[in-house]
């Protein structure tokens, strides 16, 4: 005997493999999801404001979304169950799916998306600090916020495109300069924890960019509020559910405020651009790992 512990067999093995690779299964069932807040939201701004129709596509959405989470929690409970039944060796930020852990972090999640589409920030730089909370590896939460962004704006961008609201030109130039700065960003943080050998170099960035949206939506705050008619006390005011003569404040508007809001949404001005995800990596038993 040379002190290893012995290779997994069985079910052990079959689970430790599955989570090696990325889990298309699990990826599909997130894109039903979102295709259907999606289409739910389109069938909301189809109908004629404050109908019966209206109204049903709107609340819809929290029953549609329930019923992911409570899908999505039996599966982790379960799995849970059998790694700790097999003896599943857990790793440095492996989170541990619980009847507490599945009911709080989803909680704290709506909270995040709440907020991100009320301020117009993507909701992946809230939850990217809050992953880190969890005790997941910087890499990881990094990746998976970057995943979430992924699927967040994509529904936001569609919805914008089919209500005419997108600027083409000026979305399609962002779009790629979006993609050319993750491409540079992420080829030299990469070297940049490389040399170093150090993870928390993510956990820097990740809060640059917190703190820098912070600034920048404080300055547009002072400046909508400067050239806005009415001043600042425009800002503060309430637009009506169904429109009307006065437009609501940029970062309060938009048409994915309320649906991706609770689903993890994420804002932006009512002429919106496409954003760009940072490529996945990670670490670990995770959904979007890279071994």
Same mark, same amino acid.
């Given at each position: 005997?040379?002190?290893?512990?012995?290779? $997994?067999?069985?079910?052990?093995?079959e689970i430790m493999d599955q989570e090696s690779r990325h889990s298309?299964?699990?990826?599909?069932?997130?894109?039903? #999801?979102?295709?259907? *807040?999606?289409?739910?939201?389109?069938?909301k701004e189809l109908s004629d404001c404050g109908s019966q129709a209206?109204?049903? #596509?709107?609340?819809?959405?929290? $029953?549609?979304?329930?019923?992911?989470?409570?899908?999505?929690? #039996?599966?982790?409970?379960?799995?849970?169950?059998?790694?700790?039944?097999?003896?599943?060796?857990?790793?440095?930020?492996?989170?541990?799916?619980?009847?507490?852990?599945?009911?709080?972090? $989803?909680?704290?999640?709506?909270? =995040?998306?709440?907020?991100?589409?009320?301020?117009?920030?993507?909701?992946?730089?809230?939850?990217g600090p809050l992953m880190l909370e969890m005790g997941i590896l910087?890499?990881?939460?990094?990746?998976? =916020?970057?995943?979430?962004?992924?699927?967040?704006?994509?529904?936001?961008?569609?919805?914008?495109?089919?209500?005419?609201?997108?600027?083409?030109?000026?979305? #399609?130039?962002?779009?790629?300069?979006?993609?050319?700065?993750?491409?540079?960003?992420?080829?030299?943080?990469?070297?940049?924890?490389?040399?170093?050998?150090?993870?928390?170099?993510?956990?820097?960035?990740?809060?640059?960019?917190?703190?820098?949206?912070?600034?920048?939506?404080?300055?547009?705050?002072? *400046?909508?509020?400067?050239?806005?008619?009415?001043?600042?006390?425009?800002?503060?005011?309430?637009?009506?559910?169904?429109?009307?003569?006065?437009?609501?404040?940029?970062?309060?508007?938009?048409?994915?405020?309320? =649906?991706?809001?609770?689903?993890?949404?994420?804002?932006?001005?009512?002429?919106?651009?496409?954003?760009?995800?940072? $490529?996945?990596?990670?670490?670990?038993?995770?959904?979007?790992?890279?071994?």
């Amino acid at each position: 005997m040379d002190g290893r512990p012995p290779k $997994p067999t069985g079910r052990l093995k079959e689970i430790m493999d599955q989570e090696s690779r990325h889990s298309w299964p699990k990826i599909g069932l997130l894109c039903v #999801s979102f295709v259907g *807040v999606g289409i739910l939201d389109v069938t909301k701004e189809l109908s004629d404001c404050g109908s019966q129709a209206y109204y049903f #596509s709107a609340f819809l959405t929290i $029953p549609y979304v329930l019923l992911f989470f409570f899908t999505y929690r #039996s599966y982790l409970m379960r799995m849970q169950a059998e790694k700790v039944s097999l003896g599943f060796e857990f790793l440095d930020g492996d989170v541990h799916w619980d009847a507490r852990s599945t009911v709080v972090y $989803p909680i704290l999640c709506i909270f =995040a998306g709440f907020f991100a589409g009320m301020f117009g920030v993507g909701g992946g730089i809230i939850k990217g600090p809050l992953m880190l909370e969890m005790g997941i590896l910087p890499v990881v939460a990094s990746a998976n =916020a970057s995943a979430m962004i992924l699927f967040t704006t994509g529904i936001a961008c569609l919805s914008f495109f089919l209500f005419g609201a997108m600027d083409a030109k000026t979305g #399609s130039i962002l779009f790629v300069l979006g993609l050319v700065c993750t491409g540079v960003g992420q080829y030299f943080l990469g070297i940049a924890i490389k040399r170093a050998n150090r993870q928390s170099l993510v956990i820097l960035s990740m809060g640059f960019v917190v703190v820098f949206s912070a600034i920048l939506l404080t300055l547009r705050s002072i *400046v909508d509020g400067a050239t806005r008619e009415g001043g600042f006390n425009a800002l503060m005011q309430m637009g009506s559910l169904c429109g009307g003569e006065e437009e609501m404040p940029a970062p309060l508007h938009g048409p994915h405020g309320g =649906a991706r809001g609770f689903a993890s949404g994420f804002a932006s001005p009512p002429r919106a651009a496409v954003p760009a995800p940072a $490529p996945l990596t990670g670490h670990g038993h995770f959904v979007y790992d890279d071994e």
